[in-house]
């Protein structure tokens, strides 16, 4: 059961200037001190703090009222505004939560700032994305990622925090995103309490890249794909922040959360130190793996060597060789007093846990060899059902006493009853073996050694850490013997490399290089996309399964621009979509002109037609006239200045004498059928 109570952040009686913005009726050239001098943009109330300066004698509070406010009212990066304790910048719906709706929000370096009550919502990049910021609060906001996260139409994280510290979330509703609806990356200190984290193609929510000293509690994580929640998983080394550089995670607490409906693993550690995992309700999940992991984290050298090196010879963890992925271990996990409850019909695919063998790393990575998954790893009071009775255990790979692991929890002989789980609704009942159940006391949980905390070199102090705008690890490009070598299991490919497309009669022909990593498992499929608005909205084109790295896009509309997009797929799943290619114009010739009429004169006759329906695509640059004096036997071409004029006088004609006509358009590409020959005409002179 989710806790009434947890942890939360104390904003105490700070000293506030009110600045109000009202996106229908307010004016930027007004005071913004109240509703009714209300300002028109966010830009204009934020633009009133003071850039790169502390806030010593007045905090701001913005004010929104009720509205949707566009992108273009907003601040393109939010940036360099540093509040305090005592006067913190605050930016609040101040109608109550939900009734102000911003776009997408990206802030750098902000310090003690409070988001409350709003709801930011967009359909790409990041919904709302932190870096190098600290002591921020959101409290009663919802971040919304829009669009299909199977076809990775929509964001890739719904909340994304880099290299930031005192980052606090309270009763927030956070999903929406291919990627994980939460990502730290080097985050330390703060918590997550009383939140929906949910709708996420990878993890609901992980904090790696050295986060440390996080409390999560009181949560409802759901629909996600990987997992529920992780500490720890794979860093590129160079963004990492000293002096964080060795484990994953670093003490983070995971308490009395409810975990359902997951894909993979309910709960995870991925190269952590000094994890607690307590008292946490899982239901349904690890469909497509196992129910709980403590398995290597992942550290490579994604690009900046030079800071990779630097960060080595600080003593941190990892490598500065591109396209080596080195694992890190755990130590100090504790799992205790967990529920695991997949229901009849529902079972973890392969095994209960996931917990893996020592590994060597290689020589200069500082990791301790051999390293272990499972030092200090402790299985106690847990109640698991899932599956039948012979349901692998998955501790084989481990040095952990698996009679003790039996006796020391319930696994498979304690079916929990909920009230009503189906529904959400995940007390005992009160009959409920759950409640008579005998668990183990939480023993004191000692935070012992830790590693030496190196000294920071000179010229990389943790602000001056580069930011990259995901932080996410995606294995370094190399060869699926090299991750075989490494000991990793297969991964979604790394992106094709799309050329530019060439244009043809309501096609466009397309070729890629197919990805420089597949990821340790071959490929097996591309899917392609394409695009009309300039990859705001994208449509799956339908073709069959194929490897090729070609493709004909058919039944294109002559004249529109499209741009495309390529996904690999292997059997883990698709990788990230190619750069989206330069704009295409498919092109033909024009349809046929259509001759109304031709009016003989005196060795004359007067032809006037209508443009065709369509020009292929490409403006009309001409029409051709011709006549025959034989029915339309044998033509002669008029000759005639260039002109894109509807009508022509033919002179020169033989006074009794039948002529029939016909039309032909032009347009760069070529020349249309002709119209259909007009009726004959004889010039004549005048009676």
């Known amino acids: 059961m989710l806790s009434a109570t947890g942890p939360s952040y104390d904003i105490g009686t700070p000293t506030l200037t009110d600045v109000w913005v009202d996106p229908m009726s307010g004016n930027d050239a007004n005071t913004g001190s109240d509703r009714t001098q209300a300002l028109r943009t966010v830009t204009a109330a934020w633009n009133r703090i003071p850039m790169n300066q502390t806030l010593t004698a007045t905090g701001f509070r913005i004010n929104l009222t009720t509205g949707t406010y566009p ?46 009550g709003l709801r930011v919502e967009s359909g790409g990049g990041d919904v709302l994305h932190f870096d190098a910021s600290n002591h921020i609060l959101l409290r009663n906001t919802t971040v919304v990622g829009l669009g299909n996260l199977a076809t990775y139409d929509a964001p890739q994280e719904a909340l994304k925090v880099n290299q930031s510290q005192y980052f606090y979330i309270e009763d927030c509703d956070i999903s929406g995103a291919w990627d994980n609806a939460i990502d730290f990356v080097g985050v330390q200190y703060g918590h997550v309490v009383g939140s929906k984290i949910h709708r996420s193609g990878d993890w609901a929510m992980y ?92 550290r490579s050298c ?38 695991v409850y997949n229901p009849a019909g529902f079972q973890s695919a392969s095994q209960h846990f996931a917990v893996y063998g020592p590994r060597t790393p ?64 995940f007390r005992p009942t009160p009959t409920s073996t759950i409640l008579a159940a005998t668990t183990y006391a939480i023993p004191d949980f000692a935070w012992t050694g830790l590693p030496a905390r190196p000294s920071v070199p000179t010229g990389i102090l943790s602000n001056a850490v580069p930011i990259d705008r995901s932080g996410t690890l995606r294995l370094s490009p190399s060869t699926a013997g090299a991750y075989a070598a490494q000991g ?91 750069a989206t290619s330069s704009p295409v114009t498919p092109v033909s010739v024009p349809s046929a002109a259509v001759l109304l009429s031709v009016v003989a004169g005196n060795t004359t006759a007067t032809l006037t037609w209508t443009a065709p329906v ?45 002529y029939v006509f016909k039309v032909i358009a032009v347009n760069a590409i070529g020349i249309s059928l002709p119209s259909a020959a007009s009726s004959p005409v004889t010039p004549a002179l005048p009676a």
């Open 614 to 658: 369509s020009n292929g695509g490409s403006p009309i640059t001409d029409y051709i006239v011709k006549r025959s004096t034989n029915s339309g036997t044998t033509w002669t071409r008029i000759v005639r200045p260039v002109s894109t004029l509807t009508s022509y006088v033919a002179t020169g004609l033989t006074n009794g004498t039948a």
């Open 302 to 339: 994604d690009g900046n060597t030079a800071q990779c090196s630097a960060f080595l010879a600080a003593g941190g963890w990892g490598t500065s060789r591109i396209g080596v992925v080195e694992s890190i271990p755990n130590r100090n996990v504790s799992i205790f007093n967990n529920i």
């Open 362 to 425: 290689s020589a200069g990575s500082n990791i301790p060899s051999p390293s272990y998954a499972d030092e200090g790893l402790q299985i106690r009071g847990n109640i698991i059902w899932n599956g039948p009775a012979d349901h692998p255990l998955g501790l084989d790979d481990s040095r952990l006493n698996i009679s003790e692991v039996m006796a020391n929890n319930s696994i498979g002989t304690i079916q929990p009853q909920f009230v009503n789980a189906a529904a959400g609704d």
């Open 71 to 116: 992108e273009s009212s907003l601040p393109n990066y939010w940036e360099s505004r540093h509040g305090t304790q005592t006067c913190p910048i605050i930016l609040q719906a101040a109608d109550g939560a939900g009734t102000a709706r911003l776009p997408a929000m990206n802030l750098f370096d902000v310090r003690s700032m409070y988001l409350i």
């Open 488 to 578: 990793i299991a297969a991964v979604r490919p790394t992106a094709p490399t799309l050329l530019p497309p060439t244009a043809g009669n309501t096609t466009a022909m397309l070729t890629w290089t197919a990805p420089v990593s597949n990821g340790g498992s071959p490929i097996t499929d591309y899917i392609v996309k394409r695009s009309t608005n300039d990859g705001t909205n994208w449509t799956r084109i339908d073709s069959t399964v194929s490897t090729l790295t070609s493709y004909v896009a058919t039944g294109l509309t002559n004249g529109t621009a499209y741009v495309f997009k390529v996904i690999a797929v292997n059997a883990v799943g698709i990788s990230l979509p190619s």
């Open 207 to 298: 904090a790696k890249g050295g986060s440390a000293s996080l409390r999560v509690e009181g949560n409802e994580m759901y629909d996600a794909g990987t997992g529920g929640f992780t500490a720890g998983q794979g860093t590129g080394f160079e963004f990492m922040t000293s002096p964080w550089l060795h484990y994953e995670a670093y003490d983070i607490k995971v308490v009395n959360n409810i975990i359902h409906d997951t894909q993979g693993a309910g709960l995870g550690v991925n190269g952590g130190y000094n994890i607690l995992m307590a008292y946490n309700t899982l239901y349904r999940v690890g469909s497509r793996s196992h129910v709980i992991e403590v398995v290597y984290g992942e």
